[in-house]
């Protein structure tokens, strides 16, 4: 995320910088929230967040105050304003390094900068401290932008609601639209803290009263907005959208069996790692270790200066025994010594390339290595370019996942090893849900459904791609292709390739472009998909007098094994019915006597779908 610089001197405000109380001092008084609004528009899993703050100078004197907004660290910043006197000022935005000496060298001048700096639990924090003269009304406005990454299945989306205090006219709105339908929605409970858990149920307002406000904290709200959901993909081949002229192919194919895997779990036991942390591992990997299949094959490597091995030369099948065997092990690693990195990477190196080549390719199993450390290389091989060029050459087509766990870790050596690799790294935080956050990421990469996916654009259709070939594809992930395409293209010709459980999968098809145009900016996704195709239609009928339905027939050029020519019904303006009833009311998988809409003015699939249940025939 780049940080903001102001090249003008300005004066704004939202919440005060208090200084230390004095004996007898007066209480400190802070300026007044009147308004605060998040308001969030999803579109494709492509999330456009706005914080807008309206801050007034009640006080017969000038206060210092700062403006804060919580950034997912994803998440890049597209607009910032800040309105005075009827004049709008707009922040630039640089890159890192030079705007951090620009933001240096504003503030030694006395002017007003904004940087975006703390990191806290995934959280880049933006901030700007300014000053707001009596009796004047200052009015911020952030934008910012992300797309969703799909993890265990859903997309997440979380917003954070920091007024400072309790304002009167709080609101939130979030609106989500899928092509696709949305398969389920859910709202989980504010969180007032970004600790895990293991609970996903409960309800909340999305205007909170200030009396509902003051029933969380009488500071004001300091909590998280999440909601989950995720869309039904029938098409193998997944879905592709275009808008002016560029596309974005969405590939998540469901219902393939899991592919069984090698999996190498390489602990640091090095004497940092001591109290807390190691009890919080071995707490984490006694969950892991049950969940494993008993068609996966496993091992463990402990490290501190020394490195030791569960089972010498070899991985082993996930029986009961000796899954049972492995949990008695883990209770008895005790953490002391030095932090051996490179030994310990090239020890579960030899575990996941065997000897035989021939072994290798009867087992089809995927090789993954977790790689947990708390610090940094201490003693033997310490240079981190010498690290990472022993772990490429002897970790060949295995999967490296760096988990860093708290500051102290070599976080940068982790994203590298990860990146050259063909796997991630992430950070753990040093708190109360550290298992879970443990737990948690070894869900994502537990259950392998396809490796080597090459996704290829037939007929130089597509141009420019950011990224074609992926290392593997999990179970509840997504993979996300985005790059040009040639104009007037209807259908974009894909091809892909992997290794899925048994062999070698070849599949070629085509994949039907909704806005072949081009034209359309995501804006115009607001508009009733009835309105767009034009009014009246004959399966667009009006069912009272604030409700229309929509009803499409939905046909394949070249369908897939998982494809059905269905009719699909949909409610497109609702407004008379409840909350519970928007979106995709149902299909019908029947032969239609009913002839196909032109593809190219197809509608999206679905508006907001906001209940958990869907009608998968009508009468």
Known sequence: ISPLWFPTLFASALTVK????????KPVYILKVTDYHVRC??????????????????????????????????????????????????????????????????????KTAGLVATKEREIEKFRVAVSVPPGARMFFSLSYEELLPRRLGRYELSLGLRPGQPVQNLTLDVSITERTSISFIKVLPLKTSRLLSNTAQGQMSH????????????????????????????DLMGEVQVY???????????????????????????????????????????TILADLREGDHFNIITFSDKVHTWKKGRTVRATRQNVRDAKDFVKRIIAEGWTNINA?????????????????????????????????????????????????????????????FGDDADYLLLKRLALDNRGVARMVYEDADAALQLKGFYDEVASPLLSDVQLTYLDDQAFDITRSLFPNYFQGS????????????????VSMSATDLKKRVNLENDVLILNAEGNESADSLKTDPATRLGNPLPHSPVLSKDVRFLVLFHQYKHPSYLQMAHLGFYITNGRGLSASTQGLLGMLKKKCPLPAPSPTHLPPTTGMQKTHQKVETLK
Do not use: C
Request: proline share 5%; net charge positive.
């Open 41 to 110: 528009r999803v579109v494709s899993r492509y999330a456009v967040t706005t914080v807008q703050s309206s801050v007034w100078n009640q006080l017969p004197i000038t206060k210092e105050a700062a403006f804060e907004v919580d950034l997912p660290s994803s998440a890049f910043i597209s607009n910032f304003t800040i309105t005075s006197n009827g004049k709008v000022h707009v922040a630039q935005v640089k890159e890192r390094a030079a705007a951090r000496k620009i933001y240096d060298a504003a503030k030694k001048q006395g």
């Open 18 to 25: 208090k200084s230390p109380k004095k004996p007898n001092s």
């Open 207 to 234: 205007h909170p009263t200030l009396q509902q406000q003051n029933g969380v904290s009488s500071k004001g709200l300091n909590v998280d907005f999440i909601v989950h959901y995720d869309v039904d993909l029938r």
């Open 478 to 493: 997504e993979l996300v292709v985005a790059g040009k395409v040639k104009p007037g293209v209807k259908d974009l010709k």
């Open 244 to 286: 002016d002229g560029y596309f974005v192919h969405y590939f998540a194919p469901r219902g393939l069996p899991v592919v069984p895997k090698d999996v190498i779990f390489v602990i640091d036991v090095s004497g940092s790692m001591i109290g807390t942390k190691i009890k919080q591992t071995k707490q984490a990997m006694g």
């Open 344 to 404: 310990a990477l090239l020890s579960a190196a030899q575990l996941v390339n065997p000897q035989s080549t021939s072994d290798r390719l009867s087992s089809r199993r995927v090789p993954l290595v977790i790689f947990l450390t708390d610090g940094e290389a201490t003693i033997g091989v310490t240079a981190g370019d010498a690290i990472l060029s022993n772990a490429k050459k002897a970790l060949g087509s295995a999967s490296l996942f760096g988990l860093a």
